[in-house]
């Protein structure tokens, strides 16, 4: 795929985070809520975490495709930087708070969405003639 589509891809990730996080406590409770009925042996907490871990796996997988030469430590600072500012934002957001046991989630998240890139690309190098 062309790197530009990764490019988009990216910042549709990040806008994505941005939207989840703006909403206040009750709309993410609602949504949490949601999630919750579709898997009722997790706690909402570890529910929230896997979306966390998710968010920044897709993020990291993509910021790695958008890059000529990808490198583990661009791609985690990428995403740790932004998994910071936000956390930051959702300190002006009713209800939420920003935590830093969020941020090293999120870039644990990073680190998986980077393995996977890493194996997917090393799949599709062995398999070309």
């Known amino acids: 795929m062309d790197k530009k589509i990764f490019c988009l891809l990216t910042l549709g990730i990040m806008l994505t985070i941005f939207w989840f996080s703006n909403q206040d406590a009750n709309v993410s409770d609602t949504q949490s809520g949601f999630f919750a009925m579709l898997l009722p042996f997790l706690p909402v907490w570890v529910i929230r975490k896997i979306a966390h871990m998710t968010l ?40 939420r708070s920003g935590e830093l046991r969020d941020v090293c989630i999120d870039c644990l ?15 599709v190098k062995s398999r070309s003639f």
């Open 56 to 95: 920044y796996a897709i993020l990291a997988f993509c910021a790695a495709c958008s890059q000529i030469k990808p490198s583990f430590k661009k791609v985690l600072l990428f995403c740790a930087c932004y998994a910071c500012t936000d956390e930051f934002h959702q300190l002006f957001i009713p209800g």
């Open 109 to 123: 998240g990073a680190c998986i969405g980077f393995l996977l890139f890493t194996g997917i690309k090393k799949t």
